[in-house]
């Protein structure tokens, strides 16, 4: 039973057990084709037995949950923005952040709602019901109080969660986080153009906790802080986005980044090379066991490339390895026997379906010689 079947089951855990629970939910899914999935299906049979609405925690809530009931205490509640609209009308939208004890979420409120702001019905510290539509917004999943939705207060105990996330326990689409993270690799500030002409600056940071790494995207002043391998960040109001097959926390006027004095455990995984897979991005180490010829290629934008492929082994096995653009130049003075460490490497399917490992831009090589 996943996540989402089973927090809907222990809304009727007095009624069914949950081998014939999940039984029933598999039987509707089968029923309807494959035409909704586990969730929704859990849904319709929880109301089956009787349940008159079908409550979620906010932890759960994805762009893809659709409608959506859930309680929630709120954190802050917005200035209410006017905006015009295409027939010429104005219109008005806030925005309040409720949290429970998996999380929290940003609710919308449009227009006579969000005059519930403006007259003080809707203030910090109130247990609210929301009936509302999960959909993606620009820092992640949102819920929209449209025509159809609704709003209430209740007489509730929520303890909204108050500790950090662990990187483990991030998941895309979530927003206001809040976690602290070692500085694995400060990435480098890169320069860009604005749509309206301006330059802005950005900046990649990965991240790592004793769960795992992540990436951390900064932007302008956010991007320009000093920042060095190992130090601890504290992010406050962050969101995750997935990007190129990984997670990646956002960050922007709604966010703060600070350096904290607190002491994060991060260690590097590495997987064996027997163990690596198709599709998979890992980190591994071993030594250099085979040397191949730098190759040139044009792109098909037109642009020179090259590619040379080495191989590494550890205990487990041996596999090549694709080093691109820039990785090339780690070459020089390379030998056999060398150390080597690959960090975020993809590993695919190449030359006669060979497992092999790919470096791309994210990935991190180091050599050492041998001794």
């Known amino acids: 039973m996943d996540e ?23 039987e509707k899914v089968s029923l309807m084709a494959g035409l909704c999935d586990s ?13 008159s609405e079908v409550l979620t925690k906010i932890g759960s809530i994805r762009p893809e949950s659709g409608n959506v009931i859930f309680t929630g205490k709120v954190l802050a509640v917005s200035e209410i923005r006017e905006f015009p609209r295409s027939d010429g009308s104005m219109g008005r939208v806030s925005n309040l952040t409720l949290a429970d004890e998996t999380g929290s979420v940003r609710v919308t409120l449009w227009d006579e709602t969000a005059e519930l702001v403006r007259s003080g019905d809707l203030k910090v510290g109130q247990c609210l019901k929301i009936r509302g539509l999960a959909k993606e917004g620009y820092t992640g999943t949102e819920v929209s109080l449209g025509r159809s939705g609704s709003i209430e207060e209740v007489d509730a105990d929520i303890s909204p969660r108050t500790t950090l996330y662990k990187i483990a326990e991030i998941k ?7 976690l602290l993270g070692t500085v694995v690799d400060p990435g480098e500030i890169r320069q860009f153009i604005r749509k309206d002409g301006g330059t802005g600056q950005v900046r990649s940071v990965l991240l790592g906790d004793e769960t795992g790494k992540i990436r951390l995207t900064l932007w302008d002043t956010q991007a320009a802080m000093p920042l060095e391998k190992g130090e601890t960040i504290e992010v406050v109001g ?7 097959g990984s997670l990646e926390i956002q960050t922007g006027s709604y ?14 995984m590495m997987t064996q090379i027997a163990d690596l897979k198709p599709g998979m991005i ?24 090259r590619v ?3 191989y590494i082994s550890d205990n487990s096995g041996r596999i090549r390895v694709a080093l691109w653009g820039e ?34 831009w994210r990935t991190r090589i180091t050599f050492a010689p041998p001794g």
Not at 330 to 339: E, I, M, Q
Request: hydrophobic content about 35%; charged content about 30%; aromatic content about 6%.
């Open 4 to 26: 989402q079947v089973e927090e809907i089951y222990r809304q009727v855990a007095d009624q069914i057990t949950p081998e014939d629970f999940q039984a029933r939910v598999e």
């Open 39 to 51: 969730r929704t299906a859990a849904m319709l049979v929880a109301r089956d037995l009787g349940a």
């Open 172 to 178: 895309s689409d979530m927003s206001d986080l809040n």
């Open 238 to 244: 962050g969101s995750c986005r997935e990007r190129y």
């Open 255 to 268: 966010s703060t980044v600070k350096k904290s004095s607190k002491k994060v455990q991060f260690r590097e």
């Open 282 to 305: 890992a980190s591994v180490s071993g030594f250099v066991t085979g040397l191949g010829e730098v190759r040139q290629f044009q792109r098909d934008d037109g642009r020179a490339g």
């Open 308 to 310: 040379a492929n080495i």
């Open 327 to 360: 990785h090339v130049d780690l070459l020089a003075g390379l030998d056999l026997g060398y150390r080597a460490e690959i960090i975020d490497a993809m590993t695919k399917s190449g030359w006669n379906e060979e497992l092999e490992i790919s470096c791309g």
